[in-house]
């Protein structure tokens, strides 16, 4: 059984991201410190179901990601806030952005699906850690 299917935890993660000035404080670390979203907002909600992840499993959550994040999520990011300046002059600007941005949202989404399986792993290692009596 899943803890979290890739379809709950985008659900769970647009209902968070939804909260009135969430946006905006989640956007203002991604600017200024560097924070994924995704991450930060999947982690909410695998503790909100009840499972622990404190910094060692919050940096191996982030290091299951991270190549995903630089390398495709970062860059699509990177061409539509470049895209938004150049929407009056360049006539389809506009257009090109808007499919960039539904690519890097896709991006985001598979980037929750990876985070999904990465999750469903640590489970099943921390179970049989437990039943063995070891600590991971």
Known sequence: MKAMTPEQAWKEIGER????????????QQNERGVDVVLELFCECAQARGFRLDARVRQEAD????????????????VRHALKPMMERVSDAA?????????????????VGMLCEWLDKYLARSAAASAAGCKI
């Open 17 to 28: 991201y939804a909260v009135p000035g969430r946006a905006a404080e989640l956007l203002q």
């Open 63 to 78: 290091d299951c990601v991270r190549d995903w994040r630089a390398q495709v999520v970062q860059p699509l990011r990177q």
């Open 95 to 111: 257009q090109l952005r808007a499919q960039i941005q539904a690519s890097e949202l896709q991006a985001e989404r598979v980037q």
